[in-house]
């Protein structure tokens, strides 16, 4: 059983740029969780993915968009980086929704960002 | 809105100490309450989860518990080795999401 896998693992951007972040969910989870993590903070829900569909979102713009796909992979997309765009991006997988249960949230390594 | 605080944000121990961490959340309407353990730039690792109905969880050296009407739960690690050196993530999950502090950032000194 594979756990959640994120790519890349290290991007530079610059000001005004857009990026694509990249989530393959565990194996048998159809629910992706993205957060943003700054420096020293706990991690901010950015929003969910349930069977491709939106399922909550946390306080964060519009130029942060995702999708998520047949297979329950799941891209972040952000447009016009800011540098408080900077942190970790983790992507979380879990078998049902967060709230459900005891759907334990399986995390992967994250993505560090870095806007200049 | 949901706010969770974790007390102390850092702390320093020998090893062998028993030792706690402190997580107060506003909202008591909480599905569950997770510990997640953090090691410097990497993900997170998922170490207990605790039901809203439940009291305490354990898992080896770790116990977890849960006081959903006071909003508070504890995290109690026994006899501390320097492999426990982490920052250490309390999540509360709502509906849809879990709402983090901001850690407790633990070292165990050999």
């Known amino acids: 059983e594979t756990g959640v896998t994120q790519s890349p693992t290290h991007l530079i951007k610059t000001r005004g740029q857009q990026v694509t972040l990249r989530c393959s969910s565990q194996?048998?989870?159809?629910?992706v969780s993205w957060y943003q993590q700054a420096l020293g903070q706990g991690p901010q829900f950015i929003f969910q993915y349930y069977r491709e569909e939106e399922n909550g979102r946390g306080n964060f713009p519009p130029r942060f968009s995702g999708l998520q796909f047949p297979n329950y992979s799941s891209e972040l997309n952000v447009n016009a980086l800011e540098l408080d765009d900077s942190a970790l991006y983790l992507c979380?997988?879990?078998?049902?929704?967060?709230?459900?249960?005891?759907?334990?949230?399986?995390f992967g390594a994250g993505s560090r960002l870095t806007v200049l | 809105k949901q706010e969770v605080t974790q007390i102390p944000a850092a702390l320093s121990v020998p090893e062998g100490e028993n030792l706690v961490l402190n997580c107060s959340f506003t909202?008591?309407?909480?599905?569950?309450l997770q510990w997640f353990r953090q090691d410097p730039g990497k993900g997170l690792t998922s170490l207990l989860l605790i039901q809203s109905s439940q009291r305490e969880q354990t898992s080896g050296r770790l116990n977890a518990s849960l006081d959903k009407s006071s909003g508070r739960s504890t995290l109690y690690i026994a006899a501390s080795q320097p492999g426990d050196s982490a920052t250490y993530l309390c999540?509360?999950?709502?509906?849809?999401?879990?709402?983090f502090g901001k850690g407790t950032m633990l070292l165990v000194s050999p």
């Open positions: 909202d008591s309407a909480i599905y569950n």
């Open positions: 979380a997988s879990s078998p049902g929704l967060a709230g459900g249960g005891a759907n334990v949230l399986t």
């Open positions: 194996s048998g989870h159809n629910t």
């Open positions: 999540a509360v999950t709502g509906y849809s999401t879990l709402t």
